[in-house]
């Protein structure tokens, strides 16, 4: 018997050390903070009586003094565009009263962990920051998300503070879902991400109060940048005179801040019309060297990439990027037909004792929920997308992507796991979608930007349901699709690559 009790002791031990052999071959780095999983649930019960505002979510309070947040997109006659003039292209931003982009605000985040949250308790972090409207075609929606960058009493000086159990730093996204009627795909996704790739925003919900007028359901995000011990946590020059430096670019609309902006070797040679700007460093430690030598290094990376010595050693593409960032990036934004990748919110990065790697950064229109036109799951995309253009055609890295996959729909990308995730993370919402609607909810009759209408969900169920079924019909197609990615690396195909 004794014998038995020993056999089944050491079944259950070698079962619990391959479930975390698993669990360490998916990622290997910091653990990952999923807020639904962790922190307080909505069915903790309060004893306040009602009569505030309630929550089991960290509440975010922001004080302007009542006046106007800038950034409000702007027509050629100066007029403000609201989310039913798509016919129109905002050529400019409301500024400040000074002219400055930003203003002066006061950041109150209430996060107990022992007990609801009130407007009324005591502050976890206070500091003065500057904050504006953010986003891109986002700053059309009546739910505006925000820039926060907190800072000393002086109004001007970085201050570092960890928000809602994210490492310290002064800047944060504060992000309004709107046109995501499930308020969850960005949660779900750089969360999902970060267990995949060596790095993804952090993410943590919360309830917004500005100026006393609550504003419902958003998301305290990361930026992706660096900081000491934090996020992406690039090495730092070693004097102010170093030129060849760590930085991250980013491809979308561009700074308007024009040193920022660099021309590589895609834009002039494949006429690439993104444009590329430097995100990190920040503007205070970018000299006109430093960014000389940003645009140079990228342009060797893109030359080696677009060269007859491709896939050939010593000039192989994959001496400058890591393999594995960049397969993973591919799976995980074509997996949800996030296609705005390559022209916009696409974020590259190196480190300057490393190689080049990807990030991922705006979820809110992937899985189908793409404004402009319908976005069927039967189809690949991403080998049209810059740099995965040559990359598809490396047989070694379109292996790579397929030996990924399949790792990872037995993870997190399976269909219980994602289902799971989904109803997991809504059950965690609890009545703040409720309240979130109180105030946005006409949005489902009067803001319907999907083309064809049938594909705008008519309440919030419906809006789940679409995702769900996107989730499993796009595993379901790329499972029996994903060996035809190798047509793309076939030697009848590149003849004029390769040497």
């Not at 308790?121 to 820039?147: C, H, P, W």
């Not at 919110?345 to 319908?374: A, E, P, V």
């Not at 047989?395 to 030996?403: D, G, L, Y």
Request: aromatic share 12%; proline share 4%.
């Amino acid at each position: 018997m004794k014998y038995k009790v020993f056999g089944i002791a050491m079944a259950v031990l070698m079962l619990v050390c391959a479930l975390a052999a698993t669990a360490a071959e998916a990622k290997e780095g910091p653990y990952r903070v999923h807020q639904h999983l962790t922190a307080r649930q909505p069915d903790a019960g309060c004893d306040c009586g009602g009569t505030e505002l309630c929550t089991h979510l960290p509440l975010v309070i922001i004080d302007t003094g009542g006046e106007e947040i800038p950034g409000i997109p702007l027509g050629e006659d100066g007029v403000p565009l609201g989310q039913n003039d798509t016919k129109y292209e905002y050529t400019d931003v409301s500024l400040a009263e000074d002219g400055s982009k930003t203003i002066s605000c006061q950041v109150t985040v209430i996060d107990n962990t022992e007990r609801n949250n009130h407007p009324s308790d005591g502050a976890t972090v206070e500091s003065a920051a500057q904050i504006r409207i953010r986003g891109n075609t986002s700053r059309m929606f009546d739910k505006k998300g925000y820039l926060l960058r907190t800072t000393k009493d002086d109004g001007i000086t970085n201050r570092d503070v960890e928000m809602l159990g994210m490492d310290a730093h002064h800047e944060w996204a504060l992000h309004g879902p709107y046109l995501d009627k499930t308020l969850i795909r960005n949660y779900m996704w750089y969360n999902i991400a970060g267990e995949i790739m060596d790095y993804a925003p952090n993410a943590r919900f919360c309830e917004v109060i500005i100026n006393g007028e609550y504003q419902g359901l958003y998301l305290m995000v990361e930026t992706i940048t660096s900081g000491e011990g934090a996020r992406l946590d690039l090495t730092e020059p070693e004097s102010d005179y170093q030129t060849e430096i760590s930085y991250v670019v980013r491809l979308d609309r561009g700074s308007s801040t024009e040193i920022k902006n660099i021309e590589t070797f895609t834009q002039y040679a494949l006429r690439n019309l993104q444009i590329i700007d430097i995100v990190y460093p920040g503007l205070g430690n970018l000299t006109r060297e430093r960014v000389e030598w940003i645009e140079q290094d990228l342009s060797d990376f893109e030359k080696s990439l677009y060269s007859y010595d491709y896939n050939t050693e010593p000039y192989a593409w994959w001496n400058d990027a890591d393999v594995d960032s960049f397969a993973e990036y591919f799976i995980i934004n074509e997996f949800t037909c996030n296609y705005d990748v390559g022209a916009r919110s696409t974020y590259l990065y190196k480190d300057i004792r490393g190689k080049y790697k990807m990030c991922i950064w705006d979820m809110n229109s992937c899985c189908n929920n793409f404004h402009d036109s319908q976005i069927m799951p039967q189809h690949f995309q991403m080998q049209n997308i810059t740099w995965f253009y040559m990359m598809m055609k490396d047989e070694n890295f379109v292996e790579r992507i397929i030996e990924r996959y399949w790792e990872l729909r037995e993870t997190f990308l399976s269909e219980e796991y994602l289902s799971q995730y989904i109803d997991q993370t809504i059950e965690y919402l609890g009545p703040a979608i409720g309240r979130n609607f109180e105030v946005w909810g006409y949005s489902f009759e009067e803001y319907r930007p999907l083309a064809p209408d049938s594909r705008n969900p008519d309440d919030y169920a419906d809006a789940v349901d679409q995702l769900k079924d996107f989730c499993r019909d796009r595993g379901y197609w790329m499972d029996e699709n994903i060996d035809t990615l190798l047509q793309f690396c076939h030697p009848s195909k590149n003849k004029r690559f390769n040497h």
